[in-house]
């Protein structure tokens, strides 16, 4: 079974740009959670999808966004980019929300420079 | 959730069983704990969960206080590949996927 797939692995933005990262989750999962992972913030939730409906956020500016589609892939968006939104973008799936499992599996990550 | 504490690093054995604390002296009821550990450039990965009795897998075992206030997570026989970041995590199951981590202890398994 295929794993949590991410594209790009590895990208450079300048400041003002926007970008766009996808997420293709386990196969049969629904749930789509985001993270992010700086050296000074470590590890922060972005938010979370299930069946095309953001059920969760995080405490982050109204840049970040995300959408999921029918098919459960993901894609998160940074729009006019900083210097610190260079970070890990970490997507993670779950075959559903609000289960006591809390197991994620996770991809490894887009990497993003914003110069 | 709760707030967690753990040592900021730890060395161990290869060979040896590494025994990772954390405190969550503030758990409420519903809420389980849940181990993830992070290897270097990956993704976190999920190791082991639970609520109030002590968990085992292929993977680790997990000790709980009868009180919840901490927890131990137990690595049998380290290896090298188990040097990693390992994150003790407090959650109510109504959470979703909504995970929030802190710093973690960074492991670092000697040969």
């Known amino acids: 079974k295929a794993g949590v797939t991410q594209t790009p692995r590895y990208l450079i933005k300048t400041r003002g740009q926007q970008v766009t990262l996808s997420c293709s989750p386990i196969?049969?999962?629904?749930?789509v959670s985001w993270y992010q992972q700086t050296p000074g913030q470590g590890l922060q939730f972005l938010f979370e999808?299930?069946?095309?409906?953001?059920?969760n956020k995080g405490n982050f500016p109204g840049r970040f966004s995300g959408r999921q589609f029918s098919n459960s892939r993901s894609e998160m968006n940074v729009s006019t980019l900083e210097l610190g939104d260079s970070a890990l973008y970490l997507c993670?799936?779950?075959?559903?929300?609000?289960?006591?499992?809390?197991?994620?599996?996770f991809g490894e990550g887009s990497r993003l420079t914003v110069l | 959730d709760a707030k967690t504490t753990q040592p900021t690093s730890m060395d161990c054995a290869e060979g040896r069983a590494a025994n990772l604390p954390c405190n969550h002296s503030?758990?409420?009821?519903?809420?389980?704990v849940y181990w993830y550990r992070q290897i270097h450039s990956q993704g976190p990965q999920y190791i082991i969960h639970?609520?109030?009795n002590n968990e085992t897998n292929e993977m680790a075992s997990l000790i709980i206080t009868e009180d919840r206030k901490s927890s131990t997570l137990i690595l049998p026989h380290a290896t090298l590949r188990d040097t990693a970041v390992y994150y003790c995590?407090?959650?109510?199951?109504?959470?979703?996927?909504?995970?929030?981590f802190g710093g973690g202890t960074r492991v670092l398994v000697k040969p």
């Open positions: 999808y299930f069946s095309e409906t953001q059920r």
């Open positions: 995590i407090v959650r109510v199951s109504a959470a979703g996927n909504k995970l929030t």
């Open positions: 503030t758990i409420s009821g519903n809420e389980y």
């Open positions: 196969s049969g999962h629904r749930s």
């Open positions: 639970g609520l109030k």
């Open positions: 993670a799936s779950s075959p559903r929300t609000s289960t006591n499992t809390g197991e994620l599996f």
